[in-house]
Structure formats: structure tokens, C-alpha cells
């Protein structure tokens, strides 16, 4: 685990980040507070371009919890199938729809507790839509944020909470809103997992990860290979060689 950041280094890896990427956002489609926490609920183990693919039509017909809860469990299934468990998220789905309805005057709190009380929210999900949909500076930490936060030294941790809670130290106030943002899109689509693309990242030389990828790796081709003309074997049929060797038998 390589060594922690500097404030100073901190400081200036967000504003390469945020100069590389000047208006960060979500990449998952929401058309309102609820649509929001539905598609974050959704996209646990799933990526944003699936649950977008899936939630496109659903959102059409239900975008507040009453038409969610009107749909029911199993019309729900039949919009989300595709997305890895979508059993238990769309049991989830409805009970956390009603419970809005029931408890929140049909609205989204803008309350951590409350969200992380909802069938399916944990402290993740709850996070983003704070950040998201209430403006909020809190940094919910997903697989990328993960391992971008580790790898670079910016806030080791052995657990999403240590993470968190490291971030919060680290990152200046400046950048707190969009933190999370510049964070998830840098190891989504530059600090992979396999293999960072470090010959392109903005942030390389402070960043602490040892094993830097200087260029990236040449693509393996595939040669078919020929036979040449000196090792080319001509068959001959099965039957033309019986009848040869009965030819001779009976000569």
C-alpha cells in the first residue's frame, strides 16, 4: 500500500481532475429525486449503462412512488430482469415505494438515517443521493472510488467506511461537491482496474502507485498459419486404396 498523500498533493489532484473533467455527474438517467434513489438502488453489482437500458422504459410509466407500488413486484421484474439480482431489488423497489408513501409524504428524505432505513439503501446509495439530488457534499464510496483511493495513496483504507472518512479529511472543501464524481469517472474509465492507464492520467506523478503502466500494451495478433507447398499432403480416398490392396491380394 503505497504511502498517504499530502495535503499539498491532495489539493492539486483535484484540480487536475477537475480541470480534466470541468462538470462531473452521475452517469445513471434519473428524472427526479425517487428515480434517483431507484437507479442507485439498482445499480448494486450491476454497471450504470445496464441499469440506464433498463430503467429508460420503466421511468416512462413510473416515476413516483405511488405508480412504482401500483406496478408491483412482479411488472417490475419484467422491466429490470437484466440487471443482476433484480429479485430481491425489485421486492426492494416496491417496500421502500411504500414506505415513502407511508412515512415521507411520498417525498425522498434529505436525511442519511433515513434513507439508510429504506429496504435496499445502504450507506452508499444514501450518499449519492444527497450528493446528487440535495447538493450535499458526501462522497460515496464505490469500487472505484475503492481502489483509486488506495492506489494513489489519497486515502488508504480497508473498508468503504475507512475510505469515506479518510476522503473527508483529505479533500479540500473546495472540491467536497464533486469529489465523488471526479473520483468514480477517473477509475471507471482511466484507473482501471487491471490496468491504469497511467501514461494518460493527469495525476501520475504524485500518484503512489508503484507498478505505473508507461505505455499501453500492444494488441496480440493472430497469424494463421499456411502450409507451404512442400508440405502439402494429398489424401487418397479410403476406398481407392482397398481396392488396390485387393487388387494385388488376389493377383
Known sequence: MPRKMTRANAALLYERLSQSRPDPTTELHFKNPYTLLVAVALSAQATDEGVNRATGPLFKIADTPEKMAALGEKKLGGYIKT????????????ALSNMLIDEHDSAVPRDRDALEALPGVGRKTANVVLNVAFGEPTIAVDTHIFRVSNRTGLAPGKNPLEVELGLEKSTPADYRQHAHHWLILHGRYVCKARTPECWRCVITDICGFRDKTTEPKAAKKTVKKTPTAGKLKT???????????TARAKA
Open 235 to 245: 489424401a487418397t480416398p479410403k476406398r481407392k486404396t482397398a481396392k488396390r490392396k
Open 83 to 94: 440487471i443482476g439480482l433484480w429479485r430481491n431489488k425489485a421486492k426492494n423497489v416496491i
